[in-house]
């Protein structure tokens, strides 16, 4: 679609891509200072034009305490990141945790069943295995994470993703 938002995403897209994380299969983290700053408006976005170029992009819901992807792309959250990353034992499980999303190309993994321990899940070895897995499965990889105040989990994400886009 030619709207001025899709056209302003496949903007960031591109200076995304000029800041050269594209010229790896790094995934990007989208983040924000607090809540409600759009990060799952520009995330979701980001994904779907990065779909438009490549034909294997995924979109990660890695908020743990407040998931909203799912909603967004109209999926289930009866399953996703937090089974894989509470009793995952070989990241080929994550292949049926994915889901298909209206957009040719693009797969959400969903948060899955909220967790009473969010910050002890992204602090495993599961998370750097995820990552790993995504990465030599898909051209493009965006990790959806909660804001940085007031909780720690953008920091543990943050010791796998390299690359960030921070929303303001």
């Given at each position: 679609?030619q709207s001025?938002?899709?056209e302003?995403?496949r903007n960031l897209?591109t200076?995304?891509?000029?800041?050269h994380?594209a010229?790896?299969?790094s995934p990007?983290?989208v983040?924000?200072t607090?809540?409600?700053?759009?990060k799952s408006h520009?995330?979701s976005n980001?994904?779907?034009?990065?779909?438009?170029?490549?034909?294997?992009v995924?979109?990660?819901d890695?908020?743990?305490?407040?998931?909203?992807l799912h909603?967004k792309?109209q999926?289930?959250?009866e399953?996703g990141?937090?089974?894989?990353?509470?009793?995952?034992?070989?990241?080929e499980?994550?292949?049926?945790?994915?889901q298909d999303t209206?957009?040719?190309?693009?797969?959400l993994?969903p948060c899955?069943p909220r967790?009473?321990?969010p910050?002890e899940l992204?602090?495993?070895p599961?998370?750097?295995?995820?990552?790993?897995w995504?990465t030599?499965?898909?051209?493009r990889?965006?990790?959806?994470s909660?804001?940085i105040?007031?909780?720690s989990?953008?920091?543990?994400?943050?010791?796998h993703?390299k690359?960030?886009v921070?929303?303001?």
């Amino acid at each position: 679609t030619q709207s001025l938002s899709s056209e302003a995403f496949r903007n960031l897209r591109t200076m995304v891509d000029f800041a050269h994380v594209a010229a790896t299969t790094s995934p990007i983290l989208v983040t924000s200072t607090v809540q409600e700053e759009g990060k799952s408006h520009v995330s979701s976005n980001l994904a779907v034009a990065y779909a438009q170029m490549h034909p294997r992009v995924l979109l990660i819901d890695g908020d743990l305490r407040r998931p909203s992807l799912h909603r967004k792309c109209q999926a289930s959250s009866e399953k996703g990141l937090s089974n894989f990353l509470a009793a995952g034992e070989d990241a080929e499980e994550l292949r049926g945790l994915l889901q298909d999303t209206s957009v040719p190309g693009l797969k959400l993994l969903p948060c899955g069943p909220r967790p009473p321990n969010p910050s002890e899940l992204l602090n495993t070895p599961r998370v750097a295995a995820l990552l790993s897995w995504a990465t030599e499965n898909f051209d493009r990889v965006i990790v959806d994470s909660p804001p940085i105040f007031p909780v720690s989990d953008t920091i543990l994400w943050g010791r796998h993703v390299k690359h960030a886009v921070f929303v303001v």
